[in-house]
């Protein structure tokens, strides 16, 4: 697994993403940064065409639709509904879980 130096704390951003590939694969940084947004725009497109992604030993991101329900404001206590939505959720795989718990 290829590794992320100088990560800002609490986030992996694209530019470090592709300078992992950088040094990985030995593309230009150029290279690099466009197959980095390749790989996240195919992702985002498939979300966006209502599929599922899979990513082997690594999670699924998974689309949800949740269904009308009432809430309550907590501040006055009213009812309000809560309109129909889908929602995206992140499943990692097991090896993930352990590699992150070990």
Known sequence: ???????TPGSVTRAELADAVHR????SRADSAQLVENVLDSIADALLAGDNVKISS??????????LRIGRN?????????????????????????????
């Open 24 to 27: 990985e694969i030995g593309l």
């Open 58 to 67: 690594f999670g699924s991101f998974v689309l949800r639709s949740k269904g």
């Open 74 to 102: 907590p501040k006055t206590g009213v009812e309000v509904p809560i309109e129909p939505r889908t929602v995206l959720t992140f499943r990692p795989s097991q090896l993930l879980r352990q590699a992150i718990n070990s």
């Open 1 to 7: 697994m290829a590794e992320i130096s100088s990560i």
